[in-house]
Each structure stands twice: as structure tokens, then as C-alpha cells.
T-cell receptor
Framework: GESVGLHLPTLSVQEGDNSIINCAYS??????FIWYKQESGKGPQFIID?????DKRQGQRVTVLLNKTVKHLSLQIAATQPGDSAVYFCAESYSGGYQKVTFGTGTKLQVIP | GAVVSQHPSRVICKSGTSVKIECRSL??????MFWYRQFPKQSLMLMAT?????????EQGVEKDKFLINHASLTLSTLTVTSAHPEDSSFYIC??????????FGSGTRLTVV
């Protein structure tokens, strides 16, 4: 089946710098995208989402960018902090109704103090 | 947002026995819940969609007779791993979708089969 994929398994960032985590998705029918943060031994934690009728959405210290032309999603974290260290997953789904979520492979973010 | 409680957080069982994992939606009536499995250093893979009052929908390759799902009420779904084997050792996570508000995940259950 179609899938969401990531190609950077580990990203090391200096504390205070900005982090950019990228994701490529392949299902052009997906219209809802979510970024999750997962700490070791815990379930995924919602960070931010975006629907396909938008190309940018901002939250607190985080920004998600969506490029539907090249099927690319990114998560930007401003002023990265040690507490941001975790594995980040992008995920895709369809909006409306109860639809399953397909997860990407994940990127481990390591923040260097 | 919705709160999802998953129990137990960790369980160790002997090979051949069955283990039940509970997923409760504490403040939201969930007609649909999702069950995921995650192996170490890998992503979450959807196993099945649990539907209140009806049969679960399983993803391709997931044995429905091995992973029994019961969604008897709007706040509780259970996943039973039957005749567990060491290869079933994994992190099992449930989630609830809030219409229009994204998805909330439980804290996960670490299953170790010895």
C-alpha cells in the first residue's frame, strides 16, 4: 500500500538552533497530515496538524509546511530545547469520518546541550 | 483533548498464554478505536480498527484469530493476544480519533513474551 516515508533516521541539533525534520508522502489522496512526538516507552503525542487546503501552519515554536506538488511535509522547531529530544513521526490520513492514520518511519532528534 | 488510558503499561507472559490489553476513552465516547503495534526503532503499524458493537477491521497480514479485539462499549476496547509467542513481543498502542480534532494515543503497553 501507499506509505509515508522518512529518510533521516537521526538528526543532531545544537540547543537553541532550529530543527527541520522532513517527510515524503506518496498517497496523493491524503488530505490531513499530522506530526507526532514520541518519547521512549510512551505513546505518540500530537504536535501539530495541517489540512491539504493549507501550505503552512504555526504553533508554539513549531511550524508545519506542506508542499502538495512534491508530496513533502516538514516540521520546523524553533530554538530547539533538550526536552525536544524524541522520535518524530509524520502521519497522513483522510479528513472526515473515522479514518486510519499511516505513520512514516520516524526521525530521532538529538539535542546537544 | 480526549484522554485515553491504556492498561497494563507493561506485561510479561509465558509463551502460549494469552494477554489482554485494555484501552479506555476517559472523557469521550469513541465508536472507533485503532490498535497499533510498534517494534523497537520502528514506526507504528496499524493492526486493526475497532468498531463499537461490530467486528473489528483488520489490516492485511494481521491474524484476526490471534489478535482478538472487542469493543463492547463506547469507552472500552480490548486487544487480546492469544497463544502469545516471543515474536509477539512488541509495544502495543491504541488511539481514538476525535472527529475534526485529530487523534489521541494511549501510553502504550510493552508486551514481553518469554
Amino acid at each position: 500500500g501507499e506509505s509515508v516515508g522518512l529518510h533521516l533516521p537521526t538528526l543532531s541539533v545544537q540547543e537553541g538552533d532550529n530543527s527541520i525534520i522532513n517527510c515524503a508522502y506518496s498517497n496523493s489522496a491524503s488530505d490531513y497530515f499530522i506530526w507526532y512526538k514520541q518519547e521512549s516507552g510512551k505513546g505518540p503525542q500530537f504536535i501539530i496538524d495541517i489540512r491539504s487546503n493549507m501550505d503552512k501552519r504555526q504553533g508554539q515554536r513549531v511550524t508545519v509546511l506542506l508542499n502538495k506538488t512534491v508530496k513533502h511535509l516538514s516540521l520546523q522547531i524553533a530554538a530547539t530545547q533538550p526536552g525536544d529530544s524524541a522520535v518524530y513521526f509524520c502521519a497522513e490520513s483522510y479528513s472526515g469520518g473515522y479514518q486510519k492514520v499511516t505513520f512514516g518511519t520516524g526521525t530521532k532528534l538529538q539535542v546537544i546541550p | 483533548g480526549a484522554v485515553v488510558s491504556q492498561h497494563p503499561s507493561r506485561v510479561i507472559c509465558k509463551s502460549g498464554t494469552s494477554v489482554k490489553i485494555e484501552c479506555r476513552s476517559l472523557d469521550f465516547q469513541a465508536t472507533t478505536m485503532f490498535w497499533y503495534r510498534q517494534f523497537p526503532k520502528q514506526s507504528l503499524m496499524l493492526m486493526a480498527t475497532s468498531n463499537e458493537g461490530s467486528k473489528a477491521t483488520y489490516e492485511q497480514g494481521v491474524e484476526k484469530d490471534k489478535f482478538l479485539i472487542n469493543h463492547a462499549s463506547l469507552t472500552l476496547s480490548t486487544l487480546t493476544v492469544t497463544s502469545a509467542h516471543p515474536e509477539d513481543s512488541s509495544f502495543y498502542i491504541c488511539s481514538v480519533q476525535l472527529r475534526g480534532y485529530g487523534y489521541t494515543f494511549g501510553s502504550g503497553t510493552r508486551l514481553t513474551v518469554v
